[in-house]
């Protein structure tokens, strides 16, 4: 008897993945939503810190006073946004990592399963593509000699879940340097060192076995995990502080700020020379530039509340200031503000 070879259309529709992979295809579809929910909860949070960074002013630090986000319509204190914010973002990015962890190990056991039940890779493929379009799963599922498979999608994760919040932080922290708050700054600190900690937990995980142990794995293996990381690190710890009493200030010419080094110096000097050595002073705090550790704040009044406008605005005008004058504002409250190198240049 002469069998007629099926056409490709009817090979298609007799092949029915298995069971089991149909209902771990959608696990991983339904874990897909979960973690994508949680990026998009901690890339707005993230989008909030950068609208509070960009949004306050020196003015606005000096003062402590409650900032309006006009990008997100919500006014909040700044000790609040630069305290405690970066707290909550680093929580609801712990929890996503946690569920984009979960959701690796069943794109794991679906890879490991699927070459083991379906032996023809034109069947395989046909179940790949029943997997949702995401990069995350995109990047982990499809094999990487495949059509559907791009280094875009790795570097996206990467991206997403690594540079966007550690980048975010240390914005963000940069920009509340200003407050010259202790309290603030070992927030910021303890918040970088914990998502740091967090992202190699997870890229550790991502890339290892079920077998996989930090403490096992090889010498090459946690150099290339940590090596990044602690640089991150060290930067922030060293760099990213508030001013203390022998800071250089910045009125000192470039030539001088730079090359000031010590004659025939020893080892320890050189060490103690290349640690006090401050570039967030040297490159960010020129004319016009963000980023400066110091407030500056000048040729304007300083004061905590306008009562009446009109009279205040006579009060610059004045030689004399009598009750009237003083009546118009409330005066600024400065107690226990730390404001080492402020510029407060008054009015002439």
């Not at 993230?46 to 960009?54: I, M, W, Y």
């Not at 609040?80 to 962890?101: E, S």
């Not at 890879?111 to 982990?140: G, H, K, W, Y």
């Amino acid at each position: 008897m002469l069998v007629l070879p099926r056409s490709r259309e009817k090979i298609m529709e007799a092949f029915e993945p298995p069971k089991y992979i149909t209902s771990l295809i959608a696990a991983i579809n339904d874990g897909a939503k979960s973690a994508q929910l949680g990026a998009l909860a901690f890339t707005a949070i993230g989008l909030f810190l950068l609208a509070t960074a960009f949004s306050a002013t020196d003015e606005d630090l000096l003062l402590n006073r409650t900032l309006t986000i006009s990008q997100l319509g919500a006014a909040v204190p700044v000790v609040f946004a630069f305290g405690l914010a970066p707290t909550v973002f680093v929580a609801v990015h712990f929890y996503t990592l946690i569920r984009y962890d979960m959701l690796a190990g069943n794109i794991r056991q679906f890879v490991t399963d699927l070459s083991a039940m379906v032996p023809i890779e034109a069947d395989r493929n046909r179940c790949r593509q029943l997997l949702a379009n995401v990069e995350f799963v995109n990047s982990l599922a499809m094999p990487k000699w495949s059509r559907t498979s791009s280094w875009m999608f790795d570097w996206t994760v990467r991206a997403l879940l690594a540079v966007f919040p550690v980048g975010v932080l240390l914005f963000v922290q940069l920009q509340s340097l200003r407050l010259q708050n202790e309290w603030v700054t070992w927030t910021h600190h303890i918040c970088i060192f914990a998502d740091l900690v967090l992202l190699v937990w997870f890229f550790a995980r991502l890339r290892g076995d079920d077998r996989w142990h930090f403490w096992r794995a090889p010498i090459r293996r946690k150099v290339a995990l940590c090596w990044l990381p602690a640089t991150v690190l060290a930067v922030d710890l060293l760099w990213l502080e508030v001013p203390g009493p022998a800071s250089r200030t910045v009125g000192q010419p470039l030539e001088g700020y730079l090359f000031q080094y010590p004659e025939a110096p020893s080892f320890m000097e050189r060490i103690r020379w290349a640690v006090s050595f401050q570039p967030i002073d040297l490159l960010l705090c020129t004319p016009g530039a963000w980023g400066c550790r110091f407030l500056t704040v000048t040729h304007r009044p300083i004061v905590g509340k306008v009562w009446d406008a009109a009279t205040f605005v006579t009060l610059r005008a004045d030689k004399d200031i009598d009750a009237k004058h003083c009546a118009s504002f409330e005066a600024a409250s400065l107690r226990q503000r730390r404001l080492r190198f402020a510029n407060l240049t008054c009015i002439s």
